[in-house]
Structure formats: structure tokens, C-alpha cells
């Protein structure tokens, strides 16, 4: 396990950001959290140089950029109950119907990271696609160990404070509408004992090379 106090000079808390893409959001958010530690996570090489020379303009010393896959990376490199805040902004929508078991968020998924998530961690999820936002709005309320911090609302369409991506300006620029959804981990949540390892198998429909290619196209446009 990397050694995070160590590589960032600090003890402050972590967050993560899962498919941080070209890097804005995660720099933005770097700026409005100083008090956090930000890594951001990517397996677009292109984005994560992208995001590098953007934290360095920007000379932000509370984010680091990965390059690897989320789910393995959070296995070797994250220890459990670690992580004060999880982003995960317009993941790839696989929008045909026989791809959307591609799809990176669902239950298995929610379950795998709630092990690395301390008790009262924050976990933002955002997309552009109608059915995916429908499809996590329903299936949070389900998770057993989440509380919804928008309630009564299961998703909103505007989320004051949080910064908009390069994905959501887009979408917006097109007169799409986002999904904001955004939980908070139990404080007396002891439920879920699974080993890391075990669920990633669950979490993980190993992703393929042909779908990562895939991803890298629909994201190079
Ligand atoms: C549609 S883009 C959105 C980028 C950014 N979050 C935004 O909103 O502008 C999705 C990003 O997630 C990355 N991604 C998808 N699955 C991933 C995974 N399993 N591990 C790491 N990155 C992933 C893709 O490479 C891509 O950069």
C-alpha cells in the first residue's frame, strides 16, 4: 500500500475521484477543499497528463493523479475505511442496451467502495444519461448503510456549490440535464465485512481491453 501521508506531506483526510477525465472538476474541488487530500483516477492517459499540467499551473498541493483502473487501484492502493469523499462525475452512459452491464456504477459497485469509506464519508455521483441517474436514484435507498443527504429528493438537477466538468458544461451546452445524487455512509454502519478482494469480484466484470477501448473513443470525442 502506498504510503498517503507520506506522498502528500500532510495527514488530512482523502478523496477520491473516480474517472477524472480532463481534471477540472477535480482542481476545482481541490481549490473549494483545501482541507482535503484529492487523488484523482483515470485510465485516459491523455486526460491524466491533461489534469498533471492543470494541477501544476494551478499549483495545488492536495492532488495527486493516477493512472489505472478504479477498481484494482482501490483494492492495492486504498486500505479500508480510508476515504472521507468519493466524486464520481458522467461516467461512461455504454448507452446501448446490451453494454450496460458495462456500466461502472450499480449496487455491487456502491457496496465494493462503501469498504473504503470511513463511517460519515461523502459519495457524489453525476451524470447526463436520463437512465443511468434513474437507475442509481433508484437503487441507493436500497443500499443498506447510506443515508441520502438530498432527501426528500432522490437526485437533483442543480447541486449548489459542487463544480460543474467538462462532461456536464457539455451536456448542459446541449440542453441536457444532470443528475446530482449524493449519499453519506452510515456513522453506525458495521454491516459489511466482506473482504476488499471478494467483492472486487463482484464490483468487477473485469474490464476488457475492447471495452476500455471503447471508453477511450467515446471520450476522445
Ligand atoms: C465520460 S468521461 C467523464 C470525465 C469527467 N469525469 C467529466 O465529467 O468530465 C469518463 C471517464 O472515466 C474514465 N473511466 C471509465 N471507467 C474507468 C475505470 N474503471 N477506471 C478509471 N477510469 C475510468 C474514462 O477514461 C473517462 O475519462
Given amino acids: 500500500m502506498p504510503d498517503w501521508q507520506q506522498i502528500f506531506g500532510n495527514d488530512r483526510p482523502l478523496a477520491l475521484e473516480i474517472g477524472s ?51 484494482s487501484f ?8 480510508s476515504l472521507s469523499a468519493i466524486f464520481i462525475n458522467c461516467p461512461d452512459p455504454w448507452p446501448k442496451l446490451r453494454h450496460r452491464k458495462r456500466r461502472l ?19 457524489h455521483f453525476a451524470t447526463d444519461f436520463e437512465d443511468y441517474g434513474q437507475d442509481v436514484a433508484r437503487l441507493m435507498p436500497e443500499v ?5 443527504v438530498l432527501q426528500p429528493d432522490l437526485y437533483r438537477h442543480e447541486l449548489e ?9 457539455k451536456f448542459l451546452a446541449e440542453g441536457k440535464k444532470i443528475h446530482f445524487i449524493h449519499y453519506r455512509k452510515c456513522v453506525r454502519f458495521h454491516g459489511h465485512t466482506a473482504r476488499a478482494s471478494e467483492s ?13 477501448n471503447e471508453s477511450a473513443q467515446y471520450n476522445s470525442k
Fill in 144 to 148: 443498506t448503510g447510506f443515508e441520502n
Fill in 161 to 169: 456549490g459542487y463544480p460543474l466538468s467538462k462532461y456536464m458544461l
Fill in 105 to 123: 456504477v450499480n449496487r455491487e459497485f456502491i457496496l465494493f467502495l462503501s469498504q473504503f469509506m470511513l463511517p460519515g464519508a461523502d459519495i
Fill in 200 to 212: 472486487l469480484e463482484n464490483a468487477l466484470h473485469l474490464t476488457s481491453s475492447s471495452a476500455m
Fill in 74 to 81: 482501490l483494492v492495492r492502493c486504498i486500505p479500508p475505511a
Fill in 21 to 71: 477525465g480532463m481534471g477540472d472538476f477535480v482542481a476545482r474541488m481541490a481549490q473549494l477543499r483545501p482541507e482535503l487530500n484529492f487523488i484523482a483516477i483515470d485510465y485516459y492517459n491523455k486526460g491524466c497528463l491533461k489534469t498533471c499540467k492543470r494541477i501544476d499551473t494551478q499549483e495545488l498541493e492536495n492532488v495527486r493523479v493516477v493512472r489505472d483502473e478504479a477498481r
